[in-house]
């Protein structure tokens, strides 16, 4: 390493008379990144509350083969079904219509 001192004395002679100015040659190693080709990745997991949604299909299943009067147990089993669609597609909101539907057909039947 060179060392190089410099004196500087200002004009003005309100400041202190002498400075050292030092240069310094640094020698700068270059490093090397790992050798890893891949980028980091990270993996997220996503955890879903599952909500119970009745789809009430056996119940609707019953009141269609023995007690479907008026059609009635057929209309529930149709809506039954609508609402088990529903829940496997992701639309819980539809899901609980059509099931609550389901329910009151299947009490009427």
């Known amino acids: 390493m060179n060392h190089t001192v410099q004196t500087f004395t200002p004009a003005n002679t309100d400041r202190p008379p002498n400075y050292e ?3 310094e040659d640094h ?5 090397e990144a790992p050798h890893n080709p891949a980028p980091p990745t990270s993996t997220v ?3 879903f509350s599952e ?3 009745p789809n009430y299909v056996i119940r609707s299943l019953f009141n269609t083969l023995f007690m ?12 039954s079904l609508k609402s088990r669609d529903r829940k496997m597609v992701g639309d819980l909101t539809g ?3 059509y099931a609550s539907t389901a ?3 299947n009490i009427w039947a």
């Open 21 to 23: 100015m030092l240069k």
């Open 27 to 31: 020698e700068v190693a270059v490093l």
């Open 45 to 47: 997991i996503h955890i």
């Open 51 to 53: 909500t119970s949604v």
């Open 68 to 79: 479907n009067s008026c059609c009635l147990g057929f209309i529930a089993l149709t809506y």
């Open 95 to 97: 899901a609980q219509a």
């Open 103 to 105: 329910k009151y057909l």
